[in-house]
């Protein structure tokens, strides 16, 4: 089997292994997100994570913390394929001989690669799981202090097929495309190169075959937390750009999120569902590795 078909194939199966144990947290960092500004002296929808997940569960049942998965399952054979294929890719491109390890400056621009392609395909899916996982939170309010355009959706390909009759098309499933470079370019940059690091780092040298299945989930744990260390902002930019209403938009692009998300909340509201979002990394990334590496090996 080709190094690429290889790829392909681990990518799909770590990519499955990443969405099912880190949804649910993905579904509590969009719900803080993308809850409407609350008016003068009234508390938040949810004061928190764990209020998120009561409130989700309690309205909707376990079930609520996994609304939206749909749209990224069904393409994370896509998703992965891209991302680790062109990652290898320019392993292979960046590579001066034959089994020579390259360093970790060059995985960043392996990852950075792969970052840029990948958010061809991640921008729409995330549109979509946006909505799906933010209308519970913005159901009942009102269209100045929110942002939520008043649909209802009945799974992922209603929400496509709403974007593309009313939202200008093809074109409108790229919204928030501009953040989502601004996210994955440089997080996935930094989590490839902080992931061979990490391994190299625990296996005292540059060979890391004989790392155990522990190491790996370590290893992984940690460059899922690396991803989201500067690139946080960027995410709730996107995030509050995809669910925005269409006809009366309350933001007029990333820079405009951007400045009114930081004169309205401050700092803090630019790093809204980081804890989630956090924890999603490190698990989800745990096990998205682990799923890689034990697959790649299998293949030979």
């Known amino acids: 089997m080709a190094d690429a078909a290889k790829d392909l194939a681990s990518g799909t199966v770590g990519g499955a292994a990443q969405i099912i144990v880190g949804h649910p947290f993905d579904t509590v960092k969009v719900k803080l997100q993308s809850q409407p500004t609350p008016t003068p002296g009234q508390p938040p929808r949810y004061t928190g994570a764990i209020d998120a997940v009561k409130q989700t569960v309690a309205a909707e049942g376990p079930k609520g913390l996994y609304k939206g ?27 001066s001989d034959l089994g020579v390890p390259l360093t970790i400056s060059q995985q960043f621009v392996c990852g950075a690669g792969a970052g840029f392609a990948v958010s061809f395909l991640a921008c729409p899916t995330e549109l979509v799981k946006c909505r799906l996982q933010a209308q519970g939170a913005l159901a009942g309010a009102s ?12 799974g992922p390909m209603d929400v496509a097929r709403h974007v593309l009759r009313s939202e200008g098309g093809a074109r409108g499933l790229f919204k928030g495309l501009f953040p989502t470079f601004a996210r994955e370019i440089p997080g996935n940059a ?35 937390a690396s991803f989201w260390g500067i690139v946080y902002p960027a995410d709730v930019v996107k995030s509050v750009l995809q669910v925005d209403d269409y006809k009366n938009p309350k933001y007029r692009g990333s820079v405009d999120a951007f400045r009114k998300i930081l004169k309205a909340e401050g700092v803090k509201g630019l790093y809204k569902g980081f804890g989630p979002a956090m924890g ?21």
């Open 280 to 300: 999603r990394s490190v698990f989800a990334n745990a096990a998205c590795f682990l799923a890689y590496e034990m697959t790649r090996s299998s293949l030979g």
């Open 143 to 154: 269209t100045i202090n929110s942002v939520v355009a008043a649909v209802k959706y009945d």
């Open 69 to 95: 998965m749909g749209a990224p399952l069904a393409t994370v054979a896509a998703l992965n394929a891209v991302l680790f294929t062109v990652r290898g890719q320019m392993e292979g491109l960046l590579r």
């Open 190 to 224: 930094t989590m490839f190169a902080t992931y061979e690091a990490f391994k190299r780092l625990l296996a005292g040298g540059s060979d890391t075959s004989s790392l155990g299945q522990g190491s790996l989930i370590m290893a992984g744990g940690v460059a899922g």
